[in-house]
Every structure is written in C-alpha cells, then in structure tokens.
C-alpha cells in the first residue's frame, strides 16, 4: 500500500500569508494525486486533481505541483474561507490512500 | 444537478450488521465509478472501497476486506455497503463519492452529507 505523509499537521497563518503543504508517498503515485478541502461537519471538496489541475470554480490562488512521491499545495493568498484542513489522496493504485491531513489555523 | 443521498447509518452493537445506500441522480450513474471514504469522529478521511461503473470490479481497505461488501444496481442508480461484523473502530460518518472523470480516475468532484455509523454496545 502507498502511504501518504502530509506535513505540518498544523498551520497557523494569518489573511494574505503564501501557505505550502506538503505530500509525500512511500512509493510512487505518478501524478495521481488530489487534494481536498474540508470544513467541520461538511463533505470535502476537490480542489486539485493529477497533482496541479485547478478543480472547476477553485480560485485561482490554489495550485497544486509534483509527482512521483513529492507533492505541494499551495495557497498564494491566504482568505478567511480558505482556514480548513487539507488532505492528499493518491488514486496511482488500489488501496487509495489519503494523507493524515493538514489543519490550516488563523494565527 | 448531481446528487449522492446516503442513508441507513445508525446504532449497531459489535458484530452486528448494517447496510448503507446511496442513491445517485443528476449524471450517467453507471458510466462512473463510485466509492465509499469513512471518517471516524475527529481523525481524517480513509478509504473504504470502490467499485466501476458496470459493478464489476470492487476494492477494498484492508481494514474491511471480507466483513464489507460493495455493490450497486445501476437501474436504480443506487449504491449499497454492506457491513458485516462491525467493530468499534468502523465507527464514523460514510460518505459515498463520484469520481470526476469516466474513463480516468481523477479525484472525487462530488460527495454525498455522510452518514453516521455508531459501533457500540
């Protein structure tokens, strides 16, 4: 199985700051990654598919890089929407796996 | 619009059994793949299981493989999990999930609200 480290497990930024998440897998996922947003009591929400396509109505000032077993979200403004935590998802082969997660908190 | 409803979450004692569904609309249900992502209360997201569109083929999480079983009947565009010897630890919302594209795997686009399921006596 591939396992899927995300780093920090905590964020604590503040409006406007540049945020960068990382993912990293224990093999090689190709670029077949995504990453979702999630807010308390809510469903995700995908915000990158194949490692860097931008999701359909996802602002712009996401983006998403790598492949093979290094992978960054970043967010390049940070919004008050965007305080949430993150999670990565490699789909490259069955068991997909997610991340632990990532908890971006306001400073 | 699309749609993912799941239902039949609720309390069930250890060992016992349960079966969710997930009733689709709004796309061409059995041209998508579809799985079922759980998350216990206040830990992240885990994969459980996905199927394809025909029903085909299924995977599992090692963690439910042979007590799970995941099915769909695409004239009713429903989904089911069936659960089978439930633990404590299968404790958490299940959410049922759209894969975005038909013919590549890309991510989910749409996820159902989730249902609760308490393993507990």
């Known amino acids: 199985d591939i396992q899927m480290t995300q780093s920090p497990s905590t964020l604590s930024a503040s409006v406007g700051d540049r945020v960068t998440i990382t993912c990293r897998a224990s093999?090689?996922?190709?670029?077949?990654l995504a990453w979702y947003q999630q807010k308390p009591g809510k469903a995700p929400k995908l915000l990158i598919y194949?490692?860097?396509s931008l999701e359909s109505g996802v602002p712009s000032r996401f983006s998403g890089s790598g492949s093979g077993t290094e992978f960054t979200l970043t967010i390049s403004s940070l919004q008050p929407d965007d305080f949430a935590t993150y999670y990565c998802?490699?789909?490259?082969?069955?068991?997909?796996?997610f991340g632990q997660g990532t908890k971006v908190e306001i400073k | 619009e699309v749609q993912l409803l799941e239902s039949g979450g609720g309390l069930v004692q250890p060992g016992g059994s349960l079966r969710l569904s997930c009733a689709a609309s709004?796309?061409?249900?059995?041209?998508?793949?579809m799985s079922w992502v759980r998350q216990a209360p206040g830990k992240g997201l885990e994969w459980v299981s996905g199927?394809?569109?025909?029903?085909?083929?299924?995977y599992y999480a090692d963690s439910v493989k042979g007590r799970f079983t995941f099915s769909r009947d695409n004239s009713k565009n429903t989904l089911y999990l069936q659960m089978n010897s439930l633990r404590a630890e299968d404790t958490a919302v299940y959410y049922c999930?759209?894969?975005?594209?038909?013919?590549?795997?890309?991510?989910?686009?749409?996820w159902g609200q989730g249902t609760l399921v308490t393993v507990s006596s």
């Open positions: 199927i394809s569109g025909g029903g085909g083929t299924t």
């Open positions: 194949k490692a860097s």
């Open positions: 709004g796309f061409s249900f059995s041209n998508y793949g």
């Open positions: 999930a759209k894969e975005k594209y038909q013919s590549e795997t890309s991510g989910y686009n749409y």
């Open positions: 093999q090689s996922a190709s670029s077949w």
């Open positions: 998802q490699q789909y490259n082969s069955y068991p997909w796996t």
